[in-house]
Each structure stands twice: as C-alpha cells, then as structure tokens.
C-alpha cells in the first residue's frame, strides 16, 4: 500500500485489509501530512510541486539542502523527505567611470565588473545524470588512442563495464574506438545503445529502487562567472560645426529559468519520455556593441547626424536537444544562439524655428542570427534534427524604419506670434504634434501545405517552403496626433501665492486608421485567409455541414483575428495638473 493508504487507515483505525470508500469522507478527515513526498510526486505526474519548503508546505530554515539530502534524507518512517532547496544565487556588480578631456577629445571610459553565482549543483557531464569514466581513469582495455585525452568519456557496448570499447566523446565531440572523429554516434551503438562507462554500475542495477541508481556523485558546484564590460566613449571636434564620436561596451545579462530541480533527474532516471529539463549550467548572455557617427550642423538652428552601428551577441539561450545523453537524450536550454545587428541610421533635427521643430530619422538594419528568442528552435528539435546553427535573419530584422516628427507651438507674453483676439493671445501655450512611422516588414517562414487554422481539435503539420524567414510582411505606416493646450493656474496672494499648470490635450493614434499588417496566415500570406476554404479538401467540409454558408461564414469570422493589425484608430481626451 501507499503511504497515504496507510496513513489514512492508521488515523482512522480501519484495518489493512479493509476496502475504504474515499468519498464518504469529508475533506477535514484528510491532511496532506499522509502523502509522503514520493507520493505526492506520483512518479512524474506531480499533484505537488515546492522548493525552499518540505513536502508539506514548511519553510526550510538555514542551509538549504542538496542533491545527497534529497537522495538520502528519509523521516522516521523510513520514506525519503525530497527536501528541495531555494534557488539563492548570488550576484555582485561594481563599476567604475571617469570622463576626461585630452587636448580637444572628451573621453568617457569605464568598465563593469559582474560576478554571477546559480548557488547551486548541476551535473558534471550533461550527457549522463550518473557518474562516468573517463581515459584517464580506464586503464583495464589496454591502450588508448594517441589523440583521446585523459578527461574523454569512454563509451563501451555494455555498461556493465564487462565488454568493448566502442567510441570516446570530448565535450560534444565524438570519436570511434581507433579515435577517428564521428559525426553521427550512433556508430557507437553496436547492441545495446550508445553508452557511457559507468563509475559505479552496480547502483544503477542494484541500488535503491526509488532513487534509480542516481547519487550525488554526478553533480558539482555551478562555477561562478565573472564577465568584464569595459566601456569607451570619445568625440572630438572636427571644426566648429562638426564633429566625430565613436562608443563601445559589453553588456551582460543574468540567465533565466535556470533552478536546478532534482525531480528532474529523479524522473528522468525513469526514462520519461521526451523529457523537458531546466539547465541549471546556464551562462550569462553577452551583448558587445560599436558604434560610430559623426555630427554636422547645417545652419543655426539645424544638424545632420550619421551613424553606424555593430552588435554582437554571443551565448544566448535557445532550447536545445541532449542527444545520446544517458539513461535517455531530454530537451533543454543552452547557451548556444549568436546573433548580429549591424546598420546606418541618419538623423537630422531642426531646433524649434518660427514655431516649429522638426525631427526625422532613417534607420537601415541588417538583423541575422541563429534563434530569434529561447524557443524559436524548438520545433527543429523535437523532429530530432541537429542543433543546428545557421544564420537566418532574425524575427525583429526590419530592414528600413523611418520616423518623423513636426512640432507646430506658439508660446506665450512676448514669445507668442499667434492671433489675437480683443488684445487675448486665444493660442498662447498651444500646439500640435504629428508622428509619422513607416517601416519595411518583418520576415516570416513561408509554408508550402494548408493547415486549417480556425478549427479546433486538428493536428496540422505545416511544412517550411523555401528557408526559416525567407518571407516578409508588408509594409506598415503610422499617423499620431496630439493637439494640446497649457493654462497657468495661481491662487493665494503674496508670500502665499501658489501656481499650478492645467494641461487639456486631445490624443489621436492612427490618425489614418490604416490596417496595418503585423501578422499573417504563413501559407496565403494574408491575415484574414488561411487559404483552406479554397483548396478541394475545404469546399469538401463545407458541403458536409449541416449549413455549409454558416460553416463558412463562422470559419472566416474566426481567422479575421484583430491581432493580426495593429491597433486602430484610438481617441483620448485628457486633462493633466502639475503643480
């Protein structure tokens, strides 16, 4: 019986041979004190999930425990507590920064320091959650290969440590037995997989049932990171109305999703299929930008900026497959995306001039890298395809954006030039502003097959036709309009006098009420048709339905989804007071 089972009865008085009728109980003849961890755990189909408190909801206090606690610990009947730590990392930044001037160059140099500590464990070898033998530690199968260092991985035919050597894997680099490289493992699976030698497998075959063999053995102290950023500014004058400047930093960002759960390995201990693990390992993301422009000005009131720009972004998180790894390969994040973005932009700006100001800019960028988020390449590796890293453009890759905005304003007393009306200045601290944005599209993945998108309860797969982002959104244009008018607000005399100012504006987005196109069906490359009612298995359904005109009104109705638009046009009237 369970522990629950037994519990239960023993609270109660019933005896071990007794049916009971659970639900003829109420829920205050119950308490969650009668499951043991395990079995809340329910072999993988969790009913409780915790960290930093037991099984039964208590904070754990001090020391938080590790992978042996969980492994070993049991209370005083003799079932294992799986106490499971808090996720504390430590983190410590510091900078420091001076600016300083150098004949005509103005200089601006620091540089970051951060030190990232997970505080936590995580396996030594991701590709086996048990401890495994290396070169260097093998020496009962006589020689090994001049190029198999002393820290490869042994693989053999039977991890019973009783047959052949059958390859070595350096990192995620893989050799047959006569040390040649592979590209494929599985060469080294000559009867019963691709198996590691095993430290110890004797656990793995004989050992506590509940814990399968795993030991606190195969994991160690996450390594902290230290990451350097150094930051450099200059410009200097090329003449009175010009002039160069150039930057470069590195950024880095702490990881997330990275907790180290132990249940993890637990279950996959069990060989759960195609199991999703967090990865405790994970390394902060670095981003090193250049920059360089130069500034002219045109006349008094107006200048001319150009601009170059470089980003490079290495060990970024993307959702990766561990293949080959034992008891059985899982899904899990890595540190293994890069990316670039790399562009010119042009900016000129005319300081406000007869009562009106003026910004436009240009941007072109060039956006390409191997994954677009943590789990653009998920469906590459769920089909059991490679990691495979491949620069593709990515999904914010907007090759042209263009941007600008005019300011009409009429000030107020001896700065106001507007009509007046009975000796009144009816404008004075009124204005109106207009945005304008026009950007290129945004790149999609074309597919080649119908899939029915409004329907509900279909397992469609589509199927890529021509390369990931190979297509692209139309263009999207974009008109803002604020009018506004300030009034100054005084009450109290003398000393007393107080002042406030009242703002009254009217907001208009998209002024134009443009439908512009965010997102799209990938086969038809409209937003309001997936391009299944057209095609012979479409014209099929319908006539099948009981009214094939509703059917067909009601499937379009659903694919003409808003969010595939931006937002249309949107009034606001408000009032603001500063004071």
Known sequence: MSSFAINFRDKHGIAYDEVVDIHTYNPDDLD?????????????????????????????????????????????????????????????AGYIQDKFAFDDIIFNIGVRVDRYDANQEVLKDPYSIYNVMTAGEVTGFGAHPDNIGDDYVVYVD??????????????????????????????????????????????????????????ADAFEDYEPEVVVMPRIS????????????????????????????????????????????????LKMQKTTNYEVGFKQALSSSSALTINAFYREMRDMIQYTRVAFAFPQEYFTYGNIDFGTVKGLSLAYEMRRTKNVSLNAN??????????????????????????????????YDQRHNITASVDYRYGSGKNYNGPLVNGKQILANMGVNLVATAGSGTPYSQQQNVTREAMFGINDRDYLDGSINGSRLPWTYRLDMRLNKSFDLTWGEDENQKSASMNFYLQVQNLLNTANIVNVYQYTGNPDDDGYLSTAVGIGDAQDQLDPVAFTDMYMLKLNNPSNYTRPRTIRLGVTLDF
């Open 32 to 92: 969650i004190g009668m499951f043991s961890a395990d079995g809340l755990f329910n072999g993988g189909s969790n009913y409780a999930s915790y960290y930093g408190y037991d099984s039964q909801g208590n904070m754990l206090e001090g020391v938080q425990p590790g992978m042996n606690e969980f492994l070993t610990e049991k209370d005083e009947n003799g079932n294992y507590t799986r106490n499971i730590g808090a996720f504390q990392p430590i983190y410590v």
């Open 362 to 395: 240009y941007t072109m960028q060039f956006a390409d890298g191997s994954g677009s988020s943590a789990t653009s390449g998920a469906n590459i590796v769920t089909s059991e395809q490679p990691n495979l890293r491949t620069t593709l453009p990515l999904d």
């Open 158 to 215: 039977d991890n019973t440590n009783a047959g052949v050597i059958t390859g070595y894997r350096d990192g995620d680099n893989w050799y047959d037995a006569s040390g040649l490289p592979v590209t494929d493992p599985n060469v080294l699976n000559v009867s019963k997989g691709v198996l590691p030698m095993l430290a110890d497998p004797d656990a793995l075959l004989n050992g506590d049932a509940l814990n399968k063999g795993l030991s």
């Open 234 to 281: 200059f410009n200097f004058p090329i003449s009175d109305e010009a002039m160069f400047y150039a930057y470069y930093d590195v950024l880095a960002q702490r990881p997330s999703a990275n907790r180290m759960n132990p249940l993890d390995y637990l279950f996959l201990a069990y060989k759960t299929d195609n199991a999703g693990l967090q990865n405790p390992n």
